[in-house]
């Protein structure tokens, strides 16, 4: 009798495991599809702000502006190439730098998971109360604190 009882219940784990798994892969499509919207909006908005700046700039200054952008004999590399491997070096050691810092802290923690993560967070830290705001309590806002009285 057990052995018909395994197999049944094992049968139920397997329905159990397929009805689970389409979830899970439906909540990974749609994380990397938020991640590459998030990519995607962030990434137009430093062009456009990139673009719109050097615009700025050329039509306030136009000599100056071209003389940063092609070399001379006094400045074998132009302002613009310089610019340009300054912000490469700066992004790679921030990108560096952060990951570095973050796969620390989530070795040091020894969690496997962003929800493991979230819970030695929250074990680790003292959780902030949450005040209600009623008529008549002594809350004050931005405006009434810095009047003079």
Known sequence: MMPTDQRDMS????????QVSPNEDD??????????????????GVIAGFGS??????????????????ATTALPESGAALAL???GRGSVYACCGVGLLS??????????????????????????PKSEVGPGSASQDLDSLFKSK
């Open 11 to 18: 049968a139920a784990d397997e329905k159990l495991l397929v």
């Open 27 to 44: 909540d990974r499509l749609q994380l990397i599809h938020g991640a590459i919207f998030l990519a995607a909006v962030s990434s137009l």
């Open 53 to 70: 700046t050097l615009a700025l700039a050329k039509k306030n200054n136009p000599d100056c502006f071209n003389k940063g952008v092609t």
């Open 85 to 87: 491997r300054a912000l």
């Open 103 to 128: 796969f620390g802290v989530w070795k040091l923690l020894g969690v496997h998971s962003l929800s493991d993560f979230r819970q030695k967070m929250a074990s680790l830290f003292p959780s902030i």
